[in-house]
């Protein structure tokens, strides 16, 4: 199989049942908080447009987490300080986070405290109908400590509205060009979905950002993240505590030892934590209402955990 070619063999249901073993009966694999660096506010699912495979499911219609408010915010930044926690970046997600309206309030108020914030955007029109509130946070913050990172699933047109809808590569590009203009940090997140080598992929995107005068290095995996693809119905090896050294890979490398995820689910009187940013809805996997209390061992008992974070190498924090 071509790497990044997607394996749709069925999942085996036996596998990532138990929080504590895997299905061959092997210790699973935890990962424990060494220091909670990033914080992550969900802003809620609702999203201006439905792509082909969104790790969230967000969408028009999807109000499954509904929109994080400015005080739920302000509650979490004011433990941070109460607690001396090391949080130094605040990550923004949803859905499309400049759907809600209280997203530039919650920007003032990281900024305001010392953090660095990190958006993730598709840049298409609810950024576009924010333009004139994100010059005016410029002007109050300058553009040092806030970076937007665009998803740009593709290199080419084609690609990327095979995955994000007819229509979509055009405002992306007119949203990526006038933070470009006014000198905004931007990232991008593309995917490896389509068979490419990296190697080839990144070498693609660095045609396109030339030919956008776009001061990005692709081949900074920072700056250019390739996420892989998931699929939670697609099989994938459970990971075992031995697996660390099979792989050579270090749990306080998964980003669910250094992040936690803010979340409000519709029907809930307050938001919830969760590990990381790709386990917002499964009721396994919450921690609790504080921080104070979302400091235990995550269990890697999901597919997304051995995908995405073990054998994909891949961190939605910065």
């Not at 997140?189 to 068979?195: E, N, Y």
Request: aromatic letters at 8%.
């Amino acid at each position: 199989m071509p790497e990044g070619a997607h394996d749709l063999t069925p999942l085996d249901p036996a596998k990532f049942q138990n929080p504590f073993t895997t299905a061959k009966g092997e210790a699973r694999a935890s990962v424990a908080l060494s220091a909670l660096n990033t914080l992550w506010f969900n802003t809620g699912s609702l999203c201006n447009i439905t792509c082909e495979n969104c790790y969230m499911n967000s969408s028009p219609t999807n109000d499954d987490l509904v929109y994080l408010s400015r005080d739920h915010a302000r509650t979490y930044l004011d433990e941070i300080a109460s607690q001396g926690l090391a949080v130094k970046d605040i990550g923004f997600t949803g859905g499309e986070p400049f759907m809600n309206r209280d997203l530039l309030a919650m920007l003032d108020d990281t900024m305001e405290r010392g953090f660095t914030a990190l958006v993730l955007t598709n840049a298409m029109k609810p950024l576009w109908q924010k333009r004139n509130d994100l010059l005016d946070f410029k002007t109050r913050h300058g553009a040092e400590r806030v970076k937007f990172r665009v998803s740009i699933d593709h290199h080419s047109p084609q690609g990327h509205e095979q995955e994000r809808g007819e229509g979509t590569w055009a405002p992306m590009e007119h949203g990526v060009k006038w933070l470009i203009e006014h000198g905004f940090h931007i990232d991008v997140a593309g995917r490896t979905m389509w068979g490419e080598t990296p190697e080839a992929a990144r070498q693609a995107y660095q045609q396109l950002f030339d030919a956008w005068n776009f001061d990005l290095d692709a081949q900074d995996p920072g700056r250019l993240v390739l996420f892989p693809e998931m699929d939670d119905t697609c099989d994938v090896p459970e990971i075992t505590t031995q697996c660390w050294g099979i792989l050579n890979v270090r749990p306080d490398a998964m980003m669910c030892a250094t992040s936690r995820m803010v979340v409000h689910r519709n029907g809930d009187v307050s938001p919830r934590i969760v590990p990381c940013t790709l386990l917002p809805f499964d009721a396994r996997f919450d921690m609790g209402e504080s921080l104070a209390d979302a400091g235990g061992a995550v269990a890697l008992n999901h597919p997304h955990c051995a995908k995405f974070c073990v054998l994909g190498g891949a961190s939605c924090s910065g």
